[in-house]
């Protein structure tokens, strides 16, 4: 009978060990994002290689208006010691938002004279989300961002009608073989 006991207890205690609270999906997008600025902020290179997927491409224009892709291990390997705060730096998030397996971030890099903003997209691998790409432009201090956000849906433009015609039902709508869109 005690050796019941002590079975249960151990079984209880390892329990509560390994046990860990269930995160939700929005915590686990704001982490990716979270990770990525405090690895620029802080030059911590195990924090960015927990944000980006090792596959991930950061894209921008060139001066001379061509196409730049930067692997991710050559961004990793060149933040600065220390991070962008040793620089003056900091970082913000400004918006992101998900569905399904996909993200989208909007980021502010702020330096003295200038700024970036960057475009994170993710996709979510297992009960992980991680960067697949960062899209970037270099901005003035004053630049904002601009755009609709999540404000409309489908393929609305700024002069749609203000009242949209009701849809039909598709209660009893078979749906299509999946083609992929």
Not at 85 to 106: E, F, N, Q
Not at 131 to 156: E, Q
Request: glycine residues 8%; positive net charge; hydrophobic residues 45%.
């Amino acid at each position: 009978m005690q050796i019941s006991k002590i079975i249960f207890f151990l079984f209880f205690t390892a329990a509560n060990v390994v046990s860990v609270k269930a995160q939700s999906e929005d915590d686990a997008v704001k982490l990716c994002i979270n990770n990525y600025l405090d690895g620029v902020s802080k030059g911590d290179a195990a924090k960015l290689n927990q944000a980006f997927h090792p596959t991930a491409i950061l894209r921008t224009v060139s001066a001379t208006g061509a196409i730049q892709d930067i692997p991710v291990a050559k961004f990793v390997a060149s933040m600065p010691v220390g991070g962008i705060s040793t620089k003056g730096g900091s970082t913000k998030m400004i918006a992101y938002s998900y569905v399904g397996v996909s993200a989208l971030a909007t980021v502010e890099l702020l330096f003295g004279d200038f700024k970036y903003i960057d475009l994170l997209s993710m996709l979510k691998f297992g009960n992980e989300w991680k960067i697949v790409s960062r899209v970037f432009s270099r901005a003035d201090l004053d630049a904002h961002v601009k755009g609709m956000g999540n404000s409309v849906t489908g393929s609305a433009v700024a002069n749609a009608p203000a009242k949209a015609t009701p849809k039909k039902s598709t209660a009893n709508v078979k749906p299509k073989s999946d083609d992929g869109w």
